[in-house]
């Protein structure tokens, strides 16, 4: 049976026959349950209960401040312009990633129904950014075209496509153990370098600000944008495990040192921004710190991965460990994010 195209059968689904990705087929991708994959089910339902809409954040004094001269050094306004060139896009490369090659690869239906949640999640994100560029009347020429005029931010992007040419080519399936690893690499870059390393810089620098009460409203989103990224790199991580332990011959020691190799250079193009960004070091912020703290939460990310821990770094902002990758989504932010729940009910 093809997953777009039914016939009359009599052999029902059952749950010992659902994959990740069904090789043969023969398993249907448009029935939900049975449920096998309990926890991409649960993902979905912590997605939808994060629900939020950008324009429902005021940009008043975020607006106020950016136009006043005097509210920003010139280097602060350079880091916030780096950031905001760097999301702009990244959502957007995301997005296409995730459906492109994710969702045609991961047929199975519980995990679909968290892939087409975090799709919408990416699109609220791309409107999140496009609504901050347009609220502070950033140059969109500037900001949009960041990765590819920015060679710190283009190489992240390149580094976060490298692994999707393969699984895109039409050759490409998931019956040899080579297709398998293919899969695992690509889900890997985006789960965990893109969204799970390559976002936090990002994140750092803008909610420090918001620590001074600066730009709110963009810290605000930024906010609720790590609350949905936490789940949809949590989610990708159980995917990648749940994937490994259902296919443990491609997980071979040439292979995980390739995927440390991987991870590392991402952290190496993550410092490489960093130090683009804030050339001197802004708000508490400098070079120096925010390497130590890409390097902490990689180390993170390895131990998710069972990879051994490559840094030994400290974390250096131990404010930021309230909002990071609680396994519980709710309450983790002191500002009245926690009680967002529905856009019913919103209270601004
Ligand atoms: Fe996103
Ligand atoms: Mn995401």
């Given at each position: 049976m093809d997953c777009s195209t039914t016939s009359m059968t009599n052999d029902r689904v059952t749950i010992d026959r659902k994959r990740i990705f069904n090789n043969d087929r023969t398993v249907d991708c448009n029935q939900l349950v049975p449920i096998k994959y309990r926890w991409a089910w649960n993902y979905y339902l912590d997605?939808?209960?994060?629900?939020?809409?950008?324009?429902?954040?005021?940009?008043?004094?975020?607006?106020?401040?950016?136009?006043?001269?005097?509210?920003?050094?010139?280097?602060?306004?350079?880091?916030?312009?780096?950031?905001?060139?760097?999301?702009?896009?990244?959502?957007?490369?995301?997005?296409?990633?995730?459906?492109?090659?994710?969702?045609?690869?991961?047929?199975?239906?519980?995990?679909?129904?968290?892939?087409?949640?975090?799709?919408?999640?990416?699109?609220?994100?791309?409107?999140?950014?496009?609504?901050?560029?347009?609220?502070?009347?950033?140059?969109?020429?500037?900001?949009?075209?960041?990765?590819?005029?920015?060679?710190?931010?283009?190489?992240?992007?390149?580094?976060?496509?490298?692994?999707?040419?393969?699984?895109?080519?039409?050759?490409?399936?998931?019956?040899?153990?080579?297709?398998?690893?293919?899969?695992?690499?690509?889900?890997?870059?985006?789960?965990?370098?893109?969204?799970?390393?390559?976002?936090?810089?990002?994140?750092?620098?803008?909610?420090?600000?918001?620590?001074q009460n600066r730009i709110p409203g963009s810290c605000e989103q930024i906010q609720y944008i790590l609350r949905d990224e936490s789940v949809h790199m949590n989610f990708g991580i159980d995917l990648i495990n749940t994937i490994i332990d259902e296919h443990p011959q491609v997980w071979t020691d040439v292979f995980k040192n390739q995927i440390v190799e991987f991870i590392k250079n991402g952290v190496n193009l993550e410092v490489n921004y960093i130090n683009e960004c804030l050339p001197n070091g802004i708000l508490g912020l400098n070079q120096d710190l925010l390497k130590e703290y890409i390097q902490y939460i990689a180390d993170r990310r390895f131990s998710r991965l069972r990879l051994p821990v490559q840094y030994g770094a400290g974390n250096p902002f131990p404010w930021m460990s309230e909002v990071i990758d609680l396994k519980k989504e709710k309450n983790f932010f002191e500002t009245r994010v926690t009680e967002y729940q529905t856009g019913g009910a919103l209270e601004w």
């Open positions: 997605g939808c209960a994060n629900h939020w809409m950008p324009t429902e954040v005021s940009m008043q004094r975020d607006i106020e401040q950016w136009r006043d001269p005097k509210a920003f050094t010139e280097e602060e306004r350079h880091a916030i312009k780096r950031v905001f060139g760097f999301f702009s896009t990244a959502e957007s490369l995301v997005g296409n990633n995730l459906v492109l090659a994710v969702y045609r690869c991961v047929d199975n239906p519980e995990c679909r129904q968290y892939l087409l949640r975090q799709a919408f999640d990416e699109a609220i994100h791309i409107h999140a950014f496009q609504y901050i560029v347009q609220s502070l009347s950033l140059d969109e020429g500037e900001i949009f075209n960041m990765y590819r005029e920015i060679r710190t931010i283009y190489d992240k992007d390149e580094h976060a496509m490298s692994c999707t040419g393969n699984i895109l080519d039409t050759q490409w399936d998931t019956k040899t153990d080579v297709g398998i690893q293919n899969l695992l690499k690509n889900l890997i870059g985006l789960y965990v370098i893109t969204e799970g390393i390559f976002f936090y810089a990002g994140f750092v620098t803008i909610l420090s600000f918001g620590r």
